[in-house]
C-alpha cells in the first residue's frame, strides 16, 4: 500500500483510521529488523578464521543465507532483540490517535 508524500501527510495519516496504520508500522519495523539481522549474520559468516570447510560449496552458501534469512525473520516477529518494537514505538508518535 502507498500514500502520495506531500507537505500535508500529516492530513492524510489523520484521515485514516489509527489501528490499520498501525498494524502496518508494526509490520514494517518487523521486517527492517529482520533486514538489520540479516546484515549481521551476513557480516559475521563473512569472517574467515582460517578453517578448512570439507562440505562448503555454492550449495552450502544458498543454504546459510537461507537458514539465516529465516532464523532473521522469526527472531524479528518474536520480538526477542526488541529493535522492531523500539522502531514501531519511535514512528508511532507520528500517527493518529485512537480515539476509540
Known amino acids: 500500500m502507498s500514500y502520495p508524500i506531500n507537505p500535508t501527510g500529516a492530513?492524510?495519516?489523520a484521515e485514516r483510521d489509527a489501528?490499520?496504520?498501525?498494524?502496518?508500522?508494526?509490520?514494517a519495523a518487523q521486517q527492517f529488523e529482520a533486514i538489520?539481522?540479516?546484515?549481521?549474520l551476513a557480516s559475521a559468516r563473512s569472517t574467515d578464521?582460517?578453517?578448512?570447510?570439507l562440505f562448503?560449496?555454492?550449495?552450502?552458501?544458498?543454504?546459510?543465507?537461507?537458514?539465516d534469512a529465516r532464523f532473521a525473520e522469526l527472531t524479528a516477529q518474536s520480538g526477542q532483540l526488541g529493535f522492531a518494537t523500539a522502531i514501531e514505538n519511535q514512528l508511532a508518535?507520528?500517527?493518529p490517535q485512537d480515539d476509540n
Open 56 to 67: 562448503g560449496g555454492e550449495g552450502e552458501a544458498t543454504f546459510r543465507e537461507m537458514r
Open 36 to 40: 538489520l539481522l540479516r546484515q549481521m
Open 93 to 95: 508518535r507520528f500517527l
Open 49 to 53: 578464521f582460517g578453517g578448512n570447510d
Open 19 to 27: 489501528a490499520p496504520v498501525r498494524n502496518e508500522l508494526r509490520e
Open 11 to 13: 492530513k492524510l495519516l
